[in-house]
Nanobody, 123 residues
């Protein structure tokens, strides 16, 4: 059973910083793309950033220059460093990962989500 567990959300004033972490656990063989999504109240979930196993990353335009995604392959963990936070960054942040895991017989590749962590930015 593969699990993603997020941490690091919280309440911060505009201009502040937070660092989110998401650790994958289970019978993991490999992790391909990892990413962060967010969902603001009343809005659809949107992609924030993604990172490949080799470290190649992309960030949505609204967070470029403020957020940085990174990962530690040895720890099966992805991070999101968020600086210069704005009230419009408020929402629930979810991590996502494309993971190949071991089964009793064989292996399985699946798309997994964390439980979400709340980020609230006050003006």
């Amino acid at each position: 059973q593969v699990q993603l567990v997020e941490s690091g959300g919280g309440f911060v004033q505009a201009g502040g910083s937070l660092r989110l972490s998401c650790a994958a656990s289970g019978r993991i063989i490999s992790i391909n793309t990892m990413g962060w999504y967010r969902q603001a109240p009343g809005k659809q979930r949107e992609l924030v950033a993604t990172i490949l196993r080799d470290g190649t990353s992309t960030h949505t335009d609204s967070v470029k220059g403020r957020f940085t995604i990174s990962r530690d392959n040895a720890k099966n963990t992805v991070y999101l460093q968020m600086n210069s936070l704005k009230p419009e960054d408020t929402g629930v942040y979810y991590c996502n990962a494309d993971i190949t895991s071991a089964l009793t017989l064989g292996r399985m590749r699946g798309d997994y989500w964390g439980q979400g962590t709340q980020v609230t930015v006050s003006s």
